[in-house]
Nanobody
């Protein structure tokens, strides 16, 4: 079955960086668009970034443009989110997601906390 396992979250000071990873299994990773979402306390989940199957087309939410970079390694079935210049408002649980056969799948998420 589809499994998505995120890692790399943690506590970081404002202005710092983190790199999130999401290991995928249970489907042919290279054939699917991958996304990162996040959910802050008391807020709805929001889309952060999208990457196409080849990794050649990436889209970002306005609130992360210029600071975050999504990438993928199809040989490793892994999608990444490099997060730089982190702000306290980036504090959230971050999820990688895939639409597989019409059904959205989410990982368990990884907590990112930006605080001094």
């Amino acid at each position: 079955q589809v499994q998505l396992v995120e890692s790399g979250g943690g506590l970081v000071q404002p202005g710092g960086s983190l790199r999130l990873s999401c290991a995928a299994s249970g489907f042919t990773f290279s054939l699917y668009v991958m996304r990162w979402h996040r959910q802050a306390p008391g807020k709805e989940r929001e889309l952060v970034a999208t990457i196409n199957t080849a990794g050649s087309n990436r889209n970002y939410a306005d609130f992360v443009k210029g600071r975050f970079t999504i990438s993928r390694d199809n040989a490793k079935n892994t999608v990444y989110l490099q997060m730089n210049s982190l702000k306290p408002e980036d504090t959230a649980v971050y999820f990688c997601t895939v639409f597989y056969q019409g059904t959205p799948y989410w990982g368990q998420g990884t907590q990112v906390t930006v605080s001094s």
